[in-house]
């Protein structure tokens, strides 16, 4: 039943994709995107502390500020992807996180770790050859996207992992505080950068900002309570990558009526290999489970 969290966090995750995709075209722009989205993720995550018990074991405060930097890491990369692609290629390929969560895992908890792991890998690297068009041309047209969005789950997977083994060390619910505070503290030292002061943002943009923040803050809660009280980040994540297959359909079946015409655009050769390559992730992360 535990792993139900996991898989409503990938039914959550493409539909913050799209809002920040559209916040970022609707003229809010990368880094004022990324700020207000993070501030509503650590609203969001900020009343878990009236659910705490234990205090905090500040000798262990390195294990949740270094989870956070990689959190605020995968965060910045993940709007880079998201701006400079497609959703249907970025949110399928953030399916890779699992792969990262084992290697790391590997040096946290090796007993956790699958034997089939470069089966899996092998796999994926097909997947992302699917993704990016099934041509060398297309790929490297979507290389940005698909570098961006690799760096993100590399963050992500340690952010995860550290989460999932470490979060006991300091506390579960003060590390989730901790780690959302430095991408909080992270994303104040965006301001400077702002192509314009955030009142500028126009509305529609900055509604959708927060929206994706909403989602993506929804989703990374119930994720990550997971991962502190249950573990098992590997299980976790290999449930959590089917968002591989929820973003391509997502795109295909209703984008448009969410304000994203990539199925259109693109054609439906196109996405039909998207679908494959999201349907190719799913069987590696499969095959790393087993």
């Known amino acids: 039943m535990y792993l139900l969290a996991p898989l409503l966090s990938a039914l959550i995750y493409p539909f913050a994709s799209l809002f920040l995709k559209r916040a970022i075209g609707e003229g809010a722009g990368l880094l004022r995107t990324a700020f207000l989205s993070n501030i509503v993720l650590f609203a969001i995550f900020l009343p878990a502390?009236?659910?705490?018990?234990?205090?905090?074991?500040?000798?262990?405060?390195?294990?949740?500020?270094?989870?956070?930097?990689?959190?605020f890491g995968g965060q910045v990369f993940t709007f880079l992807a998201i701006r400079s692609g497609d959703v249907s290629i970025q949110a399928p390929l953030m399916g890779i996180k699992v792969i990262f969560v084992a290697l790391f895992s590997f040096f946290l908890k090796p007993d956790e770790v699958p034997p089939l792991l470069w089966v899996g890998s092998a796999l994926t690297a097909m997947a992302i050859f699917l993704l990016g068009g099934a041509s060398l041309k297309s790929l490297l047209e979507n290389s940005r996207t698909v570098i961006w969005s690799l760096i993100a789950c590399a963050c992500f997977g340690g952010s995860d992992s550290l989460a999932g083994y470490r979060s006991a060390d300091f506390g579960r619910i003060p590390f989730l505080i901790i780690m959302v505070s430095v991408v909080a503290i992270g994303s104040l030292a965006l301001v400077p950068f702002f192509s314009a002061p955030l009142r500028g943002t126009p509305r529609p943009a900055r509604n959708l900002a927060m929206l994706g923040g909403m989602a993506i803050g929804l989703q990374g809660i119930i994720l990550n309570l997971s991962l502190v009280f249950i573990g098992q980040a590997t299980a976790m994540n290999i449930v959590y990558s089917t968002r591989a297959l929820w973003g391509v359909l997502l795109i295909w079946l209703i984008g448009h009526k969410l304000g994203n015409h990539e199925a259109a655009e693109r054609g439906h050769a196109v996405m039909t290999k998207r679908l494959a390559g999201a349907c190719l992730l799913s069987a590696a992360v499969m095959m790393i489970f087993l």
Request: hydrophobic share 55%; aromatic share 18%.
């Open 49 to 71: 502390l009236l659910f705490t018990r234990d205090a905090p074991q500040w000798a262990h405060l390195g294990w949740p500020l270094l989870a956070g930097l990689c959190f």
